[in-house]
C-alpha cells in the first residue's frame, strides 16, 4: 500500500479525532472482521455494529480505526490507536476506494469467465513480469471479499494490475468493479456454473454482464467472439473499445491452424493482416482461447505482439489444470482437479479425444457443484456426451456424478462403469485395470480432497 498521513484521511472523510493524533502514516488498510489485522500502522474500518477488541488492536499498533459508532463506545485512552469518528462508515470505505484507486494511473485487467480466469491471469502476470511490477490475485482468491486488500495492495512501485472477478451470486462482479475500476476487462467464456446464486442460466449470464458497465470509461473489453452465450451479452451500454477474439472472421485477434504439440498447443496468430507461429503450454483449444485473450489484452497496454507470443512460450502451465504426466504402471495421467462445472468437463473431454487415440481411456469424474435446480439436468447431458465417446472404463465418484453413469449407461455406452461414494471406496480398482496403454482422466472439484489425493497417488 502506498503510505498516506492520517491528516489527509481525516481531510478526505471530514473526521474528528477522538483520541490519538494525526502525525503519522498508515501503511495498510483493512475492513475490521472481514480481514485479518496483522500489520502495524494499519486502519481499520469498524462498522457501528462490530464488537471491538480494543486491546488486541492497541497491541498491533500503531493503529488507525475509521468508525461511526456512538462516542460513549469509544475509547478514549489507547496508546497505540488513533480513533476516528465519521458520519458514516460505508460512505467513507467508498470514499476511501475511490480516492485510493485514483491514486494510480496505471493499466488494470480484470478477468471473469466460466473457465480460464486464472489461467488467463497467471498468463498475463507472467507476460507482464518480463519488465513491469505486477499486482495481481492470488490463485484463484477471488471472492469478493479479497477485492479490498488487493487494491490496497496496489502501491507506488506497480506498473499495472491483473484481477479475476469471483462469482457465486449476482452483484459480486459489480461490487468488484466499483472496487478495482478496471481499464480492461476479459470475459473468457460464459458456460454453467453457480446457478444456485444466479437462478438460471440467462440470470448466470446477466450476472457475467456485470464487467461490461464496470469497466472505466474509454476503457476496453476483450471478448471470445467464438462462445455462443458471451454473444448474449448486451454491449449496447458500452463505450469503450471492443477486442473479438477467437478463430472466426469476426475475430480481429485470430487463431488458426490449432494443433497439439509437446505438452501444449502450436497455433497461427492472425493480426493487422500478419501472421506469427505462436505456443502455449497447456492442452486443448480453450487453452488458445485463453491466449488469446491474455495477447489481446498485452497488445492494449502497448507490448508488441511479437515480444508478447516471445513471453507466452515460456509460461508454465498451472498444477491440476488438465497436466499430464507419466503414472501408475506407464500410463498417461492427466489431473484436472482444479475445477469441476460442465464447460471445462468438455474441455477434458475433448482434450482427451485428441490424445486419447488408441489408447485404454479410464475416466473418473467427480460431482459437479453449484448448479441449483438444475444439478441432475446438467450431470445428465454429461453422461449422454460420455456415451458418444471411446471409452473403456467411467468411475463416478459422489452422489450427484452417479447421474452421469446412469444417463452413460441409458444413452448406451460400450464403457465399463463403475460407481463409488467417495474417491476413498476406489481402494485398489483403478491400480487392477490400468496398463501402459492406459490414459487415465481425473476431473473433480477442488473442494474434493480425496479426489486430489487420489490423483496424486496415480501420478506415482
Known amino acids: 500500500m502506498k503510505p498516506i498521513v492520517v491528516s489527509d484521511i481525516k481531510e478526505l472523510f471530514k473526521g474528528k479525532i ?50 461511526d459508532k456512538p462516542l460513549e463506545e469509544l475509547q478514549a485512552v489507547l496508546s497505540n490507536t488513533t480513533v476516528m469518528k465519521v458520519a458514516s462508515l460505508v460512505q467513507s470505505y467508498w470514499t476511501f476506494i ?33 519488465d513491469k511490477n505486477v499486482q495481481t490475485s492470488i490463485s484463484s482468491k477471488n471472492e469478493p471479499r479479497r477485492s479490498f486488500p488487493y487494491l490496497v ?24 468493479c466499483m472496487i478495482y475500476q478496471p481499464t480492461i476487462g476479459i470475459i473468457t467464456n460464459i458456460g454453467v456454473h453457480h446457478l444456485d446464486g444466479c437462478l438460471n442460466l440467462e440470470g448466470y449470464i446477466k450476472a457475467k454482464e456485470e464487467i461490461v458497465e464496470g469497466i472505466r470509461s474509454g476503457g476496453t473489453l476483450i471478448l471470445n467472439a467464438d462462445d455462443e452465450n458471451t454473444k448474449k451479452v448486451r454491449l449496447n451500454k458500452f463505450k469503450g473499445k471492443i477486442i473479438f477474439v477467437g478463430t472466426g472472421p469476426k475475430a480481429s485477434l485470430r487463431a488458426s491452424n490449432i494443433e497439439f504439440g509437446n505438452k501444449g498447443m502450436n497455433f497461427v496468430v492472425h493480426y493487422e493482416g500478419k501472421a506469427f507461429k505462436a505456443f502455449v503450454p497447456g492442452l486443448g483449444d480453450h487453452q488458445v482461447s485463453n491466449a488469446l485473450a491474455a495477447l489481446a489484452a498485452m497488445q492494449e497496454m502497448g507490448i508488441d505482439i511479437e515480444i508478447a507470443i516471445r513471453r507466452l512460450k ?76 471411446k471409452v473403456h472404463t467411467l468411475i463416478t465418484i459422489g452422489k450427484k456424478a452417479e447421474e452421469i453413469a446412469r444417463q452413460a449407461a441409458k444413452d448406451g455406452s460400450d464403457a465399463t462403469i463403475k460407481i463409488f461414494e467417495s474417491a476413498n471406496d476406489i481402494g485398489n480398482y483403478v491400480n487392477e485395470i490400468v496398463d501402459e496403454n492406459s490414459l487415465v482422466l481425473i476431473k473433480g472439484p477442488m473442494s474434493s480432497r480425496a479426489m486430489i489425493a487420489l490423483a496424486e497417488s496415480l501420478k506415482k
Request: hydrophobic share 35%; glycine share 8%.
Open 153 to 176: 495492495g496496489i502501491d507506488e512501485h506497480t506498473e499495472a494490475a491483473v484481477f479475476e472477478h469471483g462469482l457465486g451470486n449476482s452483484g459480486n462482479i459489480k461490487h468488484q
Open 314 to 389: 515460456t509460461y508454465r502451465e498451472m498444477k491440476r489444470h488438465l497436466e499430464m504426466s507419466k503414472g501408475l504402471k506407464g500410463s498417461i495421467i492427466i489431473d484436472d482437479t482444479w475445477t469441476n462445472n460442465p464447460t471445462s468437463v468438455k474441455a477434458a473431454l475433448q482434450v482427451v479425444d485428441s490424445i486419447g487415440q488408441e489408447k485404454k481411456v479410464i475416466l473418473i469424474l467427480g460431482d459437479i457443484n453449484r448448479l441449483g435446480n438444475f444439478e441432475k439436468k446438467y450431470h445428465r447431458e454429461i453422461g449422454s456426451l460420455v456415451a458418444t465417446k
Open 98 to 130: 475511490n480516492y485510493y484507486r485514483n491514486l494510480f494511473d496505471i493499466p488494470v485487467v480484470t478477468i471473469t469467465g466460466t473457465c480460464g480466469k486464472t489461467t488467463t491471469k497467471e498468463m498475463l502476470k507472467h507476460m507482464l513480469s518480463f
Open 18 to 67: 477522538i483520541s490519538g493524533h494525526a502525525n503519522w502514516t498508515v501503511t495498510e488498510a483493512i475492513y475490521y472482521k472481514r480481514h485479518d489485522h496483522t500489520k502495524q500502522n494499519t486502519l481499520l474500518f469498524v462498522s457501528r455494529r462490530d464488537e471491538v477488541d480494543w486491546k488486541s488492536i492497541d497491541a498491533k499498533g500503531p493503529s488507525l480505526v475509521i468508525t
